[in-house]
């Protein structure tokens, strides 16, 4: 009876030797999951081509492809999520959020609420108006009425020039300040360079031109953006960095601009 039971036991212990190999072989085995990384949840704003926008429903662009290489070079797994534009700000206040890029310049007024990684863009603000409009540089837009995004730098910089909530800038929402300007409503959109550019391409039938001023609007720079005493800025500095060394950086920014990136004035920053 001792030398059955003892049989049995050997045939009991072999049996979940071999399940034990076959599920560590299995766990080893799915690529697709990492559990040496840490998850993060990253946030977006996706009105925004060519930084950030959906194609056929797929977040795509070029904040989008940076973001997944900084993940990648700096060991994090992550979910990004689109969110409103005024939702990202909240959400990283709230810190429901561990990072939000979006194109979001960076400001000394933001600063005072959000840690911002070094800068990865320069941008700067441009007029937009009417083929036929009298308004040639920032100055003529005095006395004019003047479409902005709501909480953008276009409204700052417009508050720099006339004052702030000055009757005559008009505060809209979700990129509608260009249907502000084609029906009538302003003379002029001021807004992200980048953006006015894309716009007119893409509406070549409303008869718009864009408006450069560096004399009235200076250089901008856009950061990644995180909540106060962010555990994972260093981290995507460092990334950022290896990026703009290894050309990876360049390769992106080549991909969605067809231009090599300004990297030593980035680097001075």
């Given amino acids: 009876m001792k030398k059955s039971i003892s049989v049995i036991s050997l ?11 076959g599920n560590s072989s ?30 056929n429903g797929k977040l795509v662009g070029f904040d989008v492809d940076l973001i997944e290489a900084l993940s990648k070079e700096a060991g994090y797994d992550y979910e990004i999520n689109n969110v409103g534009w005024d939702a990202m700000f909240e959400q990283l206040k709230s810190n ?8 979001i310049t960076i400001t000394d007024a ?3 609420t959000f840690d911002f990684s070094r800068p990865y863009f320069i941008s700067r603000q441009s007029i ?3 083929e036929n409009s ?18 953008s730098t276009g409204q700052e910089a417009m508050e720099k020039l006339l004052g702030k909530n000055h009757e005559d800038i008009k505060k809209v929402k979700n990129g509608l300040s ?26 070549s039938d409303q008869g718009l031109k864009r408006l450069q001023d560096e004399k009235t609007f200076s250089p901008e720079y856009f950061g990644i953006m995180y909540p106060k005493d962010s555990k994972v800025r260093a981290d995507f500095d460092k990334a950022l960095e290896k990026l703009y060394e290894n050309g ?15 990297l030593e004035e980035l680097k001075k920053k």
């Fill in 248 to 262: 990876t950086f360049a390769a992106i920014y080549k991909k969605w601009f067809k231009v090599e990136p300004n």
């Fill in 134 to 151: 009298a308004i040639h540089s920032g100055e003529d837009l005095k006395g004019r009425k003047v479409a902005v995004q709501n909480g």
């Fill in 110 to 112: 933001r600063k005072q």
């Fill in 96 to 103: 429901t959020a561990d990072v939000g890029i979006s194109g």
């Fill in 178 to 203: 260009y249907m502000e300007l084609i029906h009538g409503s302003v003379d002029a959109v001021v807004g992200d360079d980048t953006s006015n550019q894309e716009f007119i391409a893409n509406n």
């Fill in 26 to 55: 299995s766990v080893s085995g799915d690529k697709s999951v990492d559990h040496s990384k840490k998850k993060i949840k990253i946030i977006t704003y996706a009105n925004w081509n060519p930084f950030e926008y959906l194609d």
């Fill in 11 to 21: 045939m009991l212990v072999f049996v979940l030797m071999i399940a034990g190999c």
């Fill in 128 to 130: 937009v108006v009417k």
